[in-house]
């Protein structure tokens, strides 16, 4: 099982995007947050919780996936309603989390790192979220299918060869058991 440093995660990251994108990886504190460059700082930076690696990969997860509008807003635009949500906010949370959920653990994988799906509500009403690891599950199987988008697949590269991963994208590797 291979060490997973933060460190190298964000050198990872900033080589494949910090030129073409003017975005870095970088450590932050409690929360994790997105900033788009602005007067005090000159580029867009991904702020992740306390170095945990798996921070780390969820952010990424999220920038992956917003679009070049998203990528000029705080968060990327997104509403988050924080631990202690109702039923119906867990739902709404747990509908725009399955792609950087999927898109996280594509990259998990790549970085031979265990992936586990987060809900992300630890004092909230209690829910079931087994349709939830199901529509992760299959979003993964969708990217399989239809390919990575442009930046996933680059990232996915860097962390298959700095981990010395499984470069072919299966979706055997994947189980469902495991989340």
Same mark, same amino acid.
């Given at each position: 099982?291979?060490?997973?440093?933060?460190?190298?995660?964000?050198?990872?990251?900033?080589?494949?995007?910090?030129?073409?994108?003017?975005?870095?990886?970088? &450590?932050?504190?409690?929360?994790?947050?997105?900033?788009?460059?602005?007067?005090?700082? +000159?580029?867009?930076?991904?702020?992740? !919780?306390? %170095?945990?690696?798996?921070?780390?990969?969820?952010?990424? *997860?999220?920038?992956?996936? *917003?679009?070049?509008?998203?990528?000029?807003?705080?968060?990327?635009?997104?509403?988050?309603?924080?631990? %202690? &949500?109702?039923?119906?906010?867990?739902?709404?949370?747990?509908?725009?989390?399955?792609?950087?959920?999927?898109?996280?653990?594509?990259?998990?994988?790549?970085?031979?790192? &265990?992936?586990?799906?987060?809900?992300?509500?630890?004092?909230?009403?209690?829910?079931?979220?087994? !349709?939830?690891?199901? !529509?992760?599950?299959?979003?993964?199987?969708?990217?399989?299918?239809?390919?990575?988008?442009?930046?996933?697949?680059?990232?996915?590269?860097?962390? +298959?060869?700095?981990?010395?991963?499984?470069?072919?994208? +299966?979706?055997? &590797?994947?189980?469902?058991?495991?989340?």
């Amino acid at each position: 099982m291979p060490v997973h440093d933060y460190e190298d995660l964000i050198r990872i990251f900033n080589q494949c995007f910090e030129v073409n994108y003017n975005t870095r990886l970088v &450590r932050g504190g409690d929360e994790p947050i997105y900033l788009p460059a602005d007067a005090e700082r +000159c580029y867009h930076a991904i702020y992740f !919780a306390h %170095g945990f690696y798996s921070s780390g990969l969820h952010e990424i *997860a999220h920038w992956l996936i *917003a679009g070049p509008q998203r990528r000029l807003l705080e968060d990327f635009g997104y509403w988050y309603e924080p631990d %202690g &949500r109702s039923a119906a906010q867990q739902a709404e949370f747990e509908q725009v989390e399955i792609k950087p959920q999927a898109t996280e653990w594509i990259l998990a994988d790549a970085a031979g790192f &265990r992936f586990r799906v987060s809900s992300d509500n630890l004092n909230g009403e209690p829910t079931d979220n087994s !349709a939830f690891k199901q !529509a992760v599950y299959q979003q993964v199987g969708e990217y399989i299918h239809q390919g990575l988008p442009e930046r996933t697949a680059q990232l996915r590269n860097a962390l +298959c060869e700095f981990y010395a991963t499984p470069a072919t994208l +299966c979706y055997s &590797r994947f189980d469902p058991a495991t989340l």
